[in-house]
C-alpha cells in the first residue's frame, strides 16, 4: 500500500501540523518546516533594526551597519570568511532595510551549523575594520551616483517625499552620496551596540533537518544573545493626508526615457482591507500585462515600455502608486490615461469576471511559491512578522473568496484619490 510523503504534495500547504514555532527565553521566534525532498536548507531571519532607528541626517547608516556586518568579525577576516562560505558551496548574505534587517542561509544541511556559526559571528562580534568601512564606502558612494541618473529610482525618491513629508518614508535607506561619506566607523560600532539583539527576532528554517534539530542549532548560537542596550523600535508618525494633487519633475538631461509614479499611501498589511486592496491592484496594474493600466498606456496607446500598479504595505503604510516608463514626450498623455483609470476604478465596481480571473491566480500562484524552501521560509517569516497565524496559509483561500467587488471598491477608494494623489517624474527637460 502506498504512503503519502510528508511536503511530497504541492497541495500540501504549510500550517499547525508541521511547522514547529518555538520562543526563546531571549525572545527569539524560530520557526521550522522539514522537508527531506532535497539535502539543502534555508535560513530567512529578519532582526528589528533598519533605518527607522535614525534620521535624515545619517541616512544610509543603518544599511552601512549591516553590510559591515559579513566584512570582519572576532574570529574571523574579511577573506577568512568568504572563503569558507565558498569552499562549502553555500550562501550566507546580511541585508539592511527600513523596519528590519536579516540574514540569509542557504547550504547543504550537514553544513548549517557552520554557516549558523558564521551568521553568529556576523550578527553578534563584528570588528568593523577600518580598512573595510573605506572600502565599502566608496562601492556604497559609486553606486549611488549612478542610481542618482536612474529615472525609476529619482522618479521613487521624488513620490516618497511629497507622498511622506516629515516622515522616516522620505528618507532612501541607503542614504544619499553626502551622508555615506560623513558615516564614521563610531557611528556604526554604535548603532550596532545599541540596534542589534534578540528581541524581535525571528529565524525561519525550512529543510532537510529536523525541527527539533534546527531550533536546538538557533539555540546554540543565538540563545544565549542579550543586549540589554537594544532599543524598541520607535513609532511611526502619523501621515499628513495629501491636501491636493502635488507635483514634483526630477530633471535628468540626456535621458532617453522619461518614468512615471503617481498614487498615494496605501494600507499596513495589519489593516483588514489589505487583501481588498492586493486583489484590486492585480486587476488595475498587475494582472497580465500590467493589468488596466498596463492595457490602456501600453497595448491599447502604445505610450509605455512598461505599465503598471504596484502596493507595498508592510509594517507601515507603503505607497500605492501606479509605474510607467515612456517616452518623454508622451508624458502628459500617460498621466491622464493613468487618471481616467483611477476614477474608472473609483467609480465603477470591477466586473464580475476580472475578479474571478484574478482570484484564481490567487489561488494558483499560491503552491507554486511554496515549491522552494525560500519560498516556504520567505512565507513563513511573514506570516510571523505580520501575526498572520500558523494556519494563515490554510485560511487563505477563503479569505480571498470572500473578497466582493464591493471590498475591492471600497478598499481603492480609502486610499486613492485621483483630485489628491502624488506624481513624481524623472527625465530629460
Same mark, same amino acid.
Given at each position: 500500500?502506498?504512503?503519502?510523503?510528508? +511536503?511530497?504534495? $504541492?497541495? !500540501?500547504?504549510?500550517?499547525? %501540523? =508541521?511547522?514547529?514555532?518555538?520562543? *526563546?527565553?531571549? @525572545?527569539?521566534? &524560530?520557526?521550522?518546516?522539514? +522537508?527531506?525532498? $532535497?539535502? !539543502?536548507?534555508?535560513?530567512? %531571519? =529578519?532582526?528589528?533594526?533598519?533605518? *527607522?532607528?535614525? @534620521?535624515?541626517? &545619517?541616512?544610509?547608516?543603518?544599511?552601512?551597519?549591516?553590510?559591515?556586518?559579513?566584512?570582519?568579525?572576532?574570529?574571523?577576516?574579511?577573506?577568512?570568511?568568504?572563503?569558507?562560505?565558498?569552499?562549502?558551496?553555500?550562501?550566507?548574505?546580511?541585508?539592511?532595510?527600513?523596519?528590519?534587517?536579516?540574514?540569509?542561509?542557504?547550504?547543504?544541511?550537514?553544513?548549517?551549523?557552520?554557516?549558523?556559526?558564521?551568521?553568529?559571528?556576523?550578527?553578534?562580534?563584528?570588528?568593523?575594520?577600518?580598512?573595510?568601512?573605506?572600502?565599502?564606502?566608496?562601492?556604497?558612494?559609486?553606486?549611488?551616483?549612478?542610481?542618482?541618473?536612474?529615472?525609476?529610482?529619482?522618479?521613487?525618491?521624488?513620490?516618497?517625499?511629497?507622498?511622506?513629508?516629515?516622515?522616516?518614508?522620505?528618507?532612501?535607506?541607503?542614504?544619499?552620496?553626502?551622508?555615506?561619506?560623513?558615516?564614521?566607523?563610531?557611528?556604526?560600532?554604535?548603532?550596532?551596540?545599541?540596534?542589534?539583539?534578540?528581541?524581535?527576532?525571528?529565524?525561519?528554517?525550512?529543510?532537510?533537518?529536523?525541527?527539533?534539530?534546527?531550533?536546538?542549532?538557533?539555540?546554540?548560537?543565538?540563545?544565549?544573545?542579550?543586549?540589554?542596550?537594544?532599543?524598541?523600535?520607535?513609532?511611526?508618525?502619523?501621515?499628513?493626508?495629501?491636501?491636493?494633487?502635488?507635483?514634483?519633475?526630477?530633471?535628468?538631461?540626456?535621458?532617453?526615457?522619461?518614468?512615471?509614479?503617481?498614487?498615494?499611501?496605501?494600507?499596513?498589511?495589519?489593516?483588514?482591507?489589505?487583501?481588498?486592496?492586493?486583489?484590486?491592484?492585480?486587476?488595475?496594474?498587475?494582472?497580465?500585462?500590467?493589468?488596466?493600466?498596463?492595457?490602456?498606456?501600453?497595448?491599447?496607446?502604445?505610450?509605455?515600455?512598461?505599465?503598471?500598479?504596484?502596493?507595498?504595505?508592510?509594517?507601515?503604510?507603503?505607497?500605492?502608486?501606479?509605474?510607467?516608463?515612456?517616452?518623454?514626450?508622451?508624458?502628459?498623455?500617460?498621466?491622464?490615461?493613468?487618471?481616467?483609470?483611477?476614477?474608472?476604478?473609483?467609480?465603477?465596481?470591477?466586473?464580475?469576471?476580472?475578479?474571478?480571473?484574478?482570484?484564481?491566480?490567487?489561488?494558483?500562484?499560491?503552491?507554486?511559491?511554496?515549491?522552494?524552501?525560500?519560498?516556504?521560509?520567505?512565507?513563513?517569516?511573514?506570516?510571523?512578522?505580520?501575526?498572520?497565524?500558523?494556519?494563515?496559509?490554510?485560511?487563505?483561500?477563503?479569505?480571498?473568496?470572500?473578497?466582493?467587488?464591493?471590498?475591492?471598491?471600497?478598499?481603492?477608494?480609502?486610499?486613492?484619490?485621483?483630485?489628491?494623489?502624488?506624481?513624481?517624474?524623472?527625465?530629460?527637460?
Amino acid at each position: 500500500m502506498a504512503t503519502k510523503k510528508k +511536503n511530497s504534495s $504541492s497541495n !500540501s500547504l504549510p500550517g499547525p %501540523a =508541521d511547522i514547529t514555532r518555538r520562543e *526563546l527565553d531571549n @525572545g527569539i521566534v &524560530v520557526l521550522a518546516r522539514e +522537508n527531506f525532498t $532535497s539535502p !539543502s536548507v534555508v535560513v530567512d %531571519a =529578519d532582526l528589528r533594526v533598519g533605518a *527607522l532607528w535614525h @534620521g535624515r541626517e &545619517v541616512a544610509g547608516l543603518s544599511d552601512f551597519t549591516a553590510a559591515m556586518l559579513m566584512r570582519g568579525n572576532e574570529r574571523l577576516g574579511f577573506n577568512e570568511i568568504y572563503e569558507q562560505i565558498e569552499s562549502l558551496g553555500a550562501n550566507l548574505s546580511v541585508s539592511g532595510g527600513t523596519h528590519t534587517s536579516g540574514f540569509y542561509i542557504k547550504c547543504l544541511s550537514e553544513d548549517l551549523g557552520v554557516l549558523m556559526g558564521l551568521a553568529a559571528d556576523a550578527l553578534r562580534r563584528p570588528t568593523f575594520p577600518a580598512e573595510e568601512v573605506e572600502r565599502l564606502r566608496g562601492q556604497i558612494i559609486t553606486r549611488l551616483k549612478i542610481n542618482a541618473n536612474d529615472t525609476r529610482g529619482r522618479a521613487s525618491e521624488a513620490f516618497y517625499e511629497l507622498a511622506y513629508p516629515n516622515h522616516p518614508y522620505s528618507i532612501e535607506e541607503d542614504g544619499y552620496p553626502e551622508t555615506v561619506a560623513a558615516l564614521t566607523r563610531a557611528q556604526m560600532v554604535e548603532f550596532h551596540r545599541q540596534n542589534f539583539g534578540p528581541r524581535g527576532m525571528i529565524v525561519t528554517v525550512v529543510g532537510a533537518v529536523k525541527a527539533e534539530e534546527a531550533v536546538a542549532l538557533v539555540e546554540r548560537y543565538f540563545g544565549d544573545w542579550r543586549n540589554p542596550a537594544q532599543q524598541p523600535q520607535p513609532e511611526l508618525p502619523a501621515l499628513q493626508p495629501l491636501s491636493g494633487f502635488m507635483k514634483r519633475v526630477v530633471s535628468l538631461p540626456g535621458k532617453a526615457q522619461s518614468d512615471i509614479l503617481l498614487g498615494a499611501p496605501g494600507p499596513t498589511r495589519a489593516d483588514p482591507r489589505f487583501l481588498a486592496a492586493r486583489l484590486g491592484n492585480s486587476i488595475i496594474g498587475q494582472f497580465g500585462m500590467g493589468g488596466r493600466i498596463g492595457h490602456q498606456v501600453r497595448e491599447k496607446n502604445g505610450m509605455a515600455y512598461y505599465a503598471g500598479m504596484s502596493l507595498n504595505g508592510g509594517l507601515g503604510p507603503g505607497g500605492w502608486y501606479a509605474y510607467a516608463g515612456v517616452n518623454p514626450a508622451n508624458v502628459e498623455k500617460a498621466v491622464d490615461l493613468i487618471l481616467a483609470e483611477f476614477k474608472r476604478f473609483s467609480l465603477k465596481k470591477v466586473s464580475p469576471q476580472e475578479l474571478e480571473d484574478n482570484q484564481a491566480q490567487f489561488l494558483g500562484r499560491l503552491p507554486l511559491s511554496l515549491e522552494t524552501n525560500e519560498g516556504v521560509a520567505s512565507m513563513l517569516s511573514s506570516m510571523e512578522l505580520y501575526n498572520l497565524g500558523l494556519d494563515y496559509l490554510h485560511r487563505y483561500p477563503a479569505l480571498i473568496k470572500a473578497i466582493t467587488r464591493a471590498d475591492i471598491q471600497e478598499a481603492f477608494r480609502a486610499f486613492i484619490n485621483p483630485e489628491k494623489a502624488v506624481l513624481a517624474v524623472a527625465g530629460p527637460d
